[in-house]
């Protein structure tokens, strides 16, 4: 009997949770493991929340809501409404249903057990299938430099509506941050047939993840092909201040430059079909590069995007 | 123009809260301040929660459940259920609106504010009249000990549903804790007109109140009357383990044995006229008593007895 090939996801918030949940639809439990940003992890009102795990976690059960995007399916308001009576801070939304993930993750921290064993024990209770992973145990907090000074992620994100322009970003405790070992142990395993890019947002998302020391240089020795969706589609991103950012930040906004963005650590890239154009100034740029549907409306988008982007892997693990 | 009255009600849950908000409704916003037990004060999941504080401001907030006794009116649960669905503790039911309360005070007590400073906060949102006062901003936490060994109370009254035999208990803390400096400077008062102690239970809600350090000798010294409400009716507690802890620790169970435990701290003492032939052994043992309704099912019956306690405390007054 063979070993499982394993295949290893890096997500953001939405677009990353989406195309994580077709890859478990499509992927037997064993074979998938997604290690989620917690650089947008922040304490507010005394609770430790960690927004990317959990809207991977939410999806991942099949929880989520899928109107707004975030949060929970038939989620209600009634402690936010009386938290606002009682004048509490209310920029941050807090479901009656997602405060529990919030409460029990913070009890059990509190309890001394780590962001990965609280993220396995919620992850178990909600019958998760593949291994859900965050980046890492210690704190990590993205800041953005902005007009309107240095913001938390969160402040700049949700209580500002991203409005503030962008000049820098800095992931603080980057430095001193271990990357979580299950997650770098992955990266060695030989039986790890591809690790996929999601389509997150690459600057405050992403490369939290990639800053994790040693991760990239993993990365790079692994044989197994890494992987990016774009997260822009026709110049613009399907959610998030992603465009918005590549603009402040002075680069052009399109499917090209999120691929020079990532460089020399990709294998390849996956665009939109929208943007097939594109494909040969990707390919110039030395990355072989793959256009199709990468929208995800329905499950059923989202199974075919996985298989697209596992067949990929196969086909670029195959070349020389 | 001569100065206001001023009366002060010590009190516990639920029947201390329905006594106060009888007193509340017939004497002037600035004549009342209420001093509530904060030894079944505890920390769970991470929040500081003060059941007793709660109970007393929901009531005369007028945003309490009156079927339960307990809680908000029109509460709902959809925390609860999410945190059993993630394995969290559940023995301590948390409404989702109930845990705006808890979150907020948890968030103000982190940012430095005592607890004295969180009630007025708290009280001022939801628009109540009479000042409520913690009875101490330090930690007092009231310990069982029963035949299922030493519990906190809220193990004790909550998750064991009162059914241990309780041999003792104590309040741990209690000799280290600073009264409320506000209480202390009212049982100075020269303006101070009565000293209620509501129909609460006398060993686990009044007592840790009486015995902060000073507070028993200054209302002996006070020329204000002390007036006790009894909690005992016909030999049952409405609501509570008082009788039942009073039969455990060997006591007879009687409006009488409640007047002989406050002793000579009381200048009156009030009991319900079904208990009406109790009076003689009670004035007896030197407490003038008196028989009035003492069950508070309606807004009338809170303010008749609250009329009845004042008008006893204006006799006693007269007296020489």
Redesign the interface.
């Known amino acids: 009997m063979s070993k499982a090939k394993k295949i290893l996801a890096l997500s953001g918030g939405v677009g990353g949770a989406k195309l994580a949940t077709g890859l478990a639809a499509v992927l037997a439990p064993d074979e998938l493991c997604i290690v989620a940003n917690t650089a947008d992890d922040f304490i507010h009102?005394?609770?430790s929340i960690s927004p990317d795990l959990d809207t991977v976690m939410y999806n991942l059960a099949g929880l989520n809501n899928k109107q707004q995007g975030w949060g929970l399916a038939g989620?209600?308001w009634?402690?936010?409404?009386?938290?606002k009576?009682?004048?509490?801070?209310d920029w941050f939304l807090l479901?009656?249903?997602?405060?529990?993930?919030h409460?029990?993750r913070?009890?059990l921290l509190?309890e001394g057990k780590s962001l990965t064993e609280v993220t396995a024990?919620?992850a178990h209770?909600?019958d998760l299938a593949p291994q859900l992973l965050p980046m890492t145990n210690d704190r990590v907090s993205t800041r953005m430099v902005t007009d309107q000074g240095d913001l938390s992620f969160q402040h700049y994100f949700v209580r500002e509506r991203c409005e503030p322009v962008v000049s820098a970003y800095y992931f603080e405790g980057i430095d001193g941050a271990q990357p979580q070992e299950d997650f770098i142990a992955l990266l060695q395993d030989p039986d790890l047939a591809a690790i996929i890019i999601c389509p997150s947002n690459p600057f405050v998302s992403v490369e939290p993840i990639l800053s994790l020391a040693g991760v990239t240089e993993h990365m790079k020795e692994s044989p197994a092909p890494v992987i990016a969706v774009s997260p822009i589609i026709a110049g613009q991103a399907l959610k998030g201040p992603a465009a918005k950012m590549m603009s402040e930040l002075n680069m052009p906004c399109s499917a090209t430059a999120v691929a020079a963005l990532y460089g020399d650590l990709l294998d390849g890239f996956v665009i939109d079909t929208e943007d097939a154009a594109l494909l040969d100034e990707i390919r110039a740029g030395g990355i072989p590069a793959k256009a199709c549907a990468t929208i995800m409306r329905s499950m059923d988008s989202k199974k075919d995007l996985a298989r697209e982007v596992l067949s990929f892997a196969e086909e670029l693990m195959c070349q020389p």
Chains 1, 2 share one sequence.
């Open positions: 009102l005394g609770l989620e209600s009634q402690f936010m409404e009386s938290l009576r009682l004048g509490g801070e479901g009656d249903q997602d405060l529990a993930t409460i029990q913070s009890a509190n024990l919620l209770r909600l």
